[in-house]
């Protein structure tokens, strides 16, 4: 973590990104990328030549001329003489300040929210008592345009607006993403991707790119994309999980981020057509080690995310209340979720009581996990409503090796498993689901060919988001959210 007001140090010539760590033996390259490592709570010296040596790089900057270029995120004019401008270019924003003649032109007249401009001046601290991003701005002596947006009917605020119906930004999602909300969590979910290849990096998994046109099923049939692929039926991927498990043998733990596709005829908070899927197969594991593992992937990841001073400040920027989570997750069996329901007054929408057997809907499971109040391991379902794959338990085959992390707020963000490793029980798994076994030759070979325990996961990334941002719908969590009805932009 970094330390408050902690030295680091940037030559411009010698120093490098890749291979530096900030020191004085070890310089970075680029002052950005110092903020981008370190954080903003930092004095950065910068050397431009060996000649001038160190030299704190708020005094370098402050003073001088420099350009700038962006997109008009923010328009005030105060006066006849003053237009205060906040340009955004992605890395982050600045306030500018036109005086004088600047403001009197037809380009300035006539600015409009969302133009792209460049704009020359000098970048000075913040007086006492007034408020602007990164507390800098501006002055400006120079102007231009480079496109100005158009005004009117077609002005970027008469596009959105806060009483805007969520339709309407669904369609208009190309210029919500120009929004401070909407830009955050994408930046977040740039981090959060790669914390969790960080962390599987760390452990040795290897990454790998499974298909996404596939002849097999695996969750279901009726969530199927089908498609005609030269001539024989096809469908989008529903996992890579089977073609994850071949790699076993050859790679050893491995795990995929890639696409999947549900035919989801829902428009639930929590669900989505095309999702962000994080899958990981491990070999020579027990149910214990699965969990610890899925505990040890949520926890370490949150922690890089937060040590990352820039995205710790987006997070709780955007979820001030957040709290990681603390080990040990609770550990509650299925059947103990149905006597849960019951002991509450949890009932069905007939007033009757859910029984062992009957799968767990997502309003009283969310109500039972929003009442815990912490994350939830689920684990032991029947077989009966589970997968095909998965292992049953050795001390009670009605429930299988499974588990589902339920998080508040949002409810279930992970499935996992045991996967059968005995090709007897997943031939009678096959025939349970009504599942013609022959095109499954590939994975059943894995029973045939050096078979051992091995299980996995599934965590859905848009999920896993919504709950660390406390976003309302995990269509907020991704760039262009595809779901029922909903394939444009």
Known sequence: MPQDNETIYVDEIHGSDETGTGTRDAPYKTAVHSLQAKGDNIKILVQKTSEEGYKDISVSNRGKRVKVS???????????????????DGSGYLQCILTGKLC??????????????????????????????????????????????????????NKLNAEADPSVLYEQRHLVIRGETASTVLKVRSAVMKAFRDHFDSKGFTEINAPCMVQTQVEGGSTLFEMNYYGEKAYLTQTSQLYLETCLPSLGDVYCISESYRAEKSHTRRHLSEYTHLEAEMVFITFDDLLNALEDLICDTISRVLAHEPTRKLVYQLHPDFVPPKRPFLRMDYKDAVQYLKDHDIKKEDGSFYEFGEDIPEAPERVMTDRINQPIFLCRFPAEIKAFYMKRCANDKRVTESVDVLMPGVGEIVGGSMRISDISELLEGYKREGIDPTPYYWYTDQRKYGTTEHGGFGLGVERFLAWLLHRDTVKECCLYPRFMGRCLP
Do not use: C
Request: hydrophobic share 40%.
């Open 70 to 88: 962006g997109w008009v995120h923010r328009l005030r004019t105060q006066g006849k003489d003053m237009k205060f401008i906040v340009l955004r």
């Open 104 to 157: 009197h032109t037809y380009d300035a007249l006539t600015l409009s929210l969302e133009s792209t401009v460049t704009i020359y001046g000098v970048i000075s601290e913040l007086p006492a008592g007034k408020t602007a991003p990164d507390n800098h701005e501006l002055l400006a002596d120079y102007w231009e345009v480079i496109h100005n947006a158009p005004g009117g009917d077609d002005a970027f605020t």
